[in-house]
Antibody, heavy 121, light 109 residues
């Protein structure tokens, strides 16, 4: 079973850019028809879908965050990435990367352990 | 935008059945997926496409979806089932995006 691991700074200053990396244990899986997804969870709140990048490099974002989110990938490094620009305290959350079902962006069958990012000066 | 509703909490005695509901407009026409999340852990997919179980998920977890309500049922509840359960759909009405319910805390008495 493929493993996913998030990494990145745990503290970001307001107005700056949040940057996270998700490393996938099996690089060959990244060339298959999965959708590599980012999801976050604010403290004490529900889950929020941020967007995905697929095996062809096509990205799809949450309408509410589209102006501030970029998802990219480097399959040679078995990694995909999240950037959130102009962060505020409202972006403080645990950020998860996830792998969807094969050919199915609609559900998330494998998750990373999550990484907490706090936005504070 | 599409909104899902769930009860905040459900309490159940060990060995009994827990029923968690998920509501939304015309939800019967959508595929509903369910996740279990224990404190400090990542969510785990327990049911997808309304009724399907991923490998390794006990048969005690089952799902249904009809009309205005989807349901996750946990039979013969165990102490280890205590967790938050969130439903999720894929909204294609205007944008293709994932939508999660607010979650239901299941407490095993």
């Amino acid at each position: 079973q493929v493993q996913l691991q998030e990494s990145g700074p745990g503290l970001v200053k307001p107005s700056e850019t949040l940057s996270l990396t998700c490393t996938v244990s099996d690089g060959s899986v990244m060339r298959a028809n999965y959708h590599w997804t980012w999801i976050r969870q604010s403290p004490g709140k529900g889950l929020e879908w941020l967007g995905y990048i697929d095996y062809s490099g096509r990205a799809n974002y949450s309408p509410s965050l589209r102006s501030r989110v970029i998802i990219s990938a480097d399959t040679s490094k078995r990694q995909f990435f999240l950037e959130v620009t102009s962060v505020t305290a409202a972006d403080t959350a645990v950020y998860y990367c996830a792998k969807t079902g094969l050919g199915r962006p609609e559900y998330f069958e494998q998750w990373g352990q999550g990484t907490l990012v706090a936005v504070s000066s | 935008s599409y909104v899902l509703t769930q009860p905040p909490s459900v309490s159940v005695a060990p060995g009994q059945t827990a029923t968690i509901t998920c509501g939304g407009p015309n939800i019967g026409s959508k595929a509903v997926h369910w996740y279990q999340q224990k404190p400090g852990q990542a969510p785990v997919l327990v049911v997808y496409d309304d009724t399907e179980r991923p490998s390794g998920i006990p048969e005690r977890f089952s799902g249904s979806n009809s009309g205005k309500m989807a349901t996750l049922t946990i039979s013969r509840v165990e102490a280890g089932d205590e967790a938050d359960y969130s439903c999720q759909v894929w909204d294609i009405n205007s944008e293709h995006r994932g939508v999660f319910g607010p979650g239901t805390k299941v407490t095993v008495l």
